[in-house]
């Protein structure tokens, strides 16, 4: 069994910081990539950002600049350091890894459960 939580969602006015975190656990032998989506209300979810376990990362030209990525690979934890938030980043986040279990051969994607961050003006 493996899961993927996170935490570090809120209420914010523009402007304003917040910080995701989400913790991968269970029995993971490897994870390959990790990263984080979001899902605005009537809008398809969409890549964040992604960091690979040699430290590559991937951003979304929306958050280019504002957004940092960033892995613990002995913890298994991925972070989302979000600055200068706009209303427009208001979304469910998710956290994705692609990881390999112990019992498997092959690599499989999983998901958290979403956190809520809402930015108003």
């Known amino acids: 069994q493996v899961q993927l939580v996170e935490s570090g969602g809120g209420l914010v006015q523009a402007g304003a910081s917040l910080r995701l975190s989400c913790a991968a656990s269970?029995?993971?032998?490897?994870?390959?990539?990790m990263g984080w989506y979001r899902e605005a209300p009537g809008k398809p979810r969409e890549l964040v950002a992604s960091i690979f376990s040699d430290s590559r990362t991937n951003y979304a030209d929306s958050v280019k600049g504002r957004f940092t990525i960033s892995r613990d690979n002995d913890k298994n934890t991925v972070y989302l350091q979000m600055n200068s938030l706009k209303p427009e980043d208001t979304a469910i986040y998710y956290c994705?890894?692609?990881?390999?279990?112990?019992?498997?051969?092959?690599?499989?994607?999983?998901w958290g459960q979403g956190t809520q961050v809402t930015v108003f003006s």
């Open positions: 994705h890894a692609n990881l390999r279990r112990r019992i498997q051969t092959l690599f499989s994607d999983y």
């Open positions: 269970g029995s993971i032998y490897s994870i390959s990539v």
